[in-house]
């Protein structure tokens, strides 16, 4: 039986995939932390019942932000390179900008602002949003030589999706955009 619970981390350290020991509060912890808060949040809406087509595009993209956070605890590659599911590429970028273009598609026009908030999965999405910019910023603060192109792409891109599906989740519910 594998206990939840090992004492490794009592002393303020957490071990990234490959077993160096860091703090936990190391940047690359708090990248990884972000994602995972993201992907928390994102069960959250989905706990609010957004719809079947939302459900299935937040399953999917709940299951990349396992393989992000698996490559930024792994700076090594060692186990990454070793995992596919753990893979994060430009196909995984291109299939978020088409869901943005679908789902946009299907919404008036932005003229203005608009106020987060609405149904339980909209408002939750909004945010998720602001979480994925953080865990963007989080990122971003690694360096370049840090991280993996694709990791910073997909969370940027991300972002913009989670905003158009805050205002599809709204639409398919009938509540009005407060605008600013």
């Given amino acids: 039986m594998v206990k939840i619970y ?5 002393r303020g ?18 990248a990884y ?3 995972d808060e993201l992907n928390a ?7 609010a019942k957004p719809g079947d087509r939302l459900a299935a595009m937040l399953d999917r ?12 605890a792994d700076p090594s590659g060692a186990v990454a390179d070793r995992v596919s599911k753990a893979a994060v590429t430009a ?24 106020l987060a908030g609405g149904a339980p999965a909209a408002a939750s999405l909004h945010v998720a949003r602001t979480v994925c910019r953080r865990a963007e910023r989080a990122v971003v603060a ?13 969370l940027n891109r991300l972002s913009d999706l989670l905003f158009v599906m805050a205002r599809a989740a709204n639409h398919q519910d009938g509540v009005p955009e407060s605008e600013w």
């Fill in 6 to 10: 090992t004492k490794t981390g009592d």
């Fill in 13 to 30: 350290e957490t071990a990234l995939l490959g077993g160096t020991r860091v703090s936990k509060a190391a940047p690359r912890v708090a």
């Fill in 33 to 35: 932390g972000d994602v």
């Fill in 41 to 47: 949040w994102l069960g959250v809406v989905r706990a």
């Fill in 61 to 72: 993209i709940q299951r990349d932000l396992f393989a992000i956070g698996a490559r930024l």
């Fill in 91 to 114: 196909d995984d970028v291109t299939r978020l900008e088409g869901w943005i273009d679908q789902l946009e598609g299907e919404l008036q026009p932005l003229r203005r602002f608009i």
């Fill in 142 to 154: 690694l360096g370049p030589e840090a991280i993996e192109p694709e990791l910073l792409v997909y």
